[in-house]
């Protein structure tokens, strides 16, 4: 049970052929590129050749990487523009505005705490004929933090905004098939054990580990633009994982304070490069070699 709890919470990507971008889903790779160098920023659209040069240097395909833009644009994810004979790719509105929301909590000192005790609970019955809603509403909680204690039960620490949720992710049909409210435990809870059924504590574990040892040391001479992309994207995949749960509830060595404290050096010191390189990929400054 356990198992397929843990499989039905993955999101799978369809964008992913096998072994690129070093187990990266080519998806997050477009979504980490755009949220780490180009959201905030006054950019024009991205040429697909930056694009081709991004992935080739992950290891994709060219065609794999113009499947990619292609299919986010078809999703909606993207906006195509001709510009002459090229194609440009920008974010449409409805994803901008997800990635402000999500930067947020990526740019965040403590993404992993919450008030200890505070917890938010869900419950919803999806009719069989609705897999389609079921998978995107699974997405959209794992996101938001909530792990599954059982079918149709979520917890999640903290106090979550459920209805902002359902809106951010497109769900809103979704508000009249589940309820959710805040509660603390009562006496005699094992919370503990709760938290270890909601979520895989051991591979939440590891995640932060396999994140801490990629990004404790990176080559000065790597590209910038591709260097911050990976961060972002194996960064992404760590707050996607854990969802906060509150320390006292975990072991004494809970590396999550530690990950958080190896992303804000490597993205401080990659950010200003990377984006110098992607400025002078678009034109706007001179192609010097500093």
Request: a neutral charge; hydrophobic letters at 40%.
């Amino acid at each position: 049970m356990q198992q397929k709890k843990n499989e039905d919470n993955r999101s799978d990507d369809p964008d992913q052929p096998a072994g690129a971008g070093g187990g990266r889903r080519s998806k997050e790779l477009v979504f980490a590129f755009f949220g780490g160098v180009v959201h905030g920023r006054d950019l024009p659209a991205v040429p697909t050749a930056v694009f081709l040069r991004l992935f080739g240097a992950l290891g994709v395909a060219p065609a794999a990487a113009r499947a990619t833009l292609a299919r986010m644009t078809r999703n909606g994810l993207l906006e195509r523009i001709k510009v002459g004979r090229t194609a440009h790719y920008r974010l449409t509105p409805s994803t901008e505005a997800l990635i402000r929301k999500a930067a947020v909590r990526v740019e965040s000192a403590a993404p992993f705490e919450h008030p200890d005790g505070q917890w938010t609970l869900l419950s919803y019955s999806m009719p069989e004929t609705r897999r389609d809603l079921r998978h995107r509403l699974r997405s959209a909680l794992t996101w938001a933090g909530f792990g599954g204690l059982r079918d149709g039960l979520w917890i999640a620490p903290g106090i979550v905004d459920v209805a902002e949720v359902f809106a951010d992710a497109g769900l809103s049909e979704a508000t009249g098939l589940a309820d959710w409210f805040a509660a603390s435990p009562l006496p005699g809870v094992q919370v503990d054990e709760l938290v270890r059924r909601a979520w895989p504590v051991d591979h939440i574990r590891a995640q932060h580990e396999q994140f801490v040892r990629t990004w404790w040391t990176w080559s000065e001479e790597d590209d910038p633009l591709v260097q911050l992309t990976l961060l972002g994207a194996d960064w992404l995949r760590v707050l996607r994982a854990d969802p906060g749960i509150p320390a006292r509830h975990l072991t004494p060595d809970w590396p999550a304070a530690q990950s958080a404290a190896v992303y804000r050096r490597c993205h401080q010191a990659l950010l200003p490069r990377a984006e110098r390189r992607l400025d002078r990929e678009l034109g706007l400054t001179a192609l010097d070699p500093s």
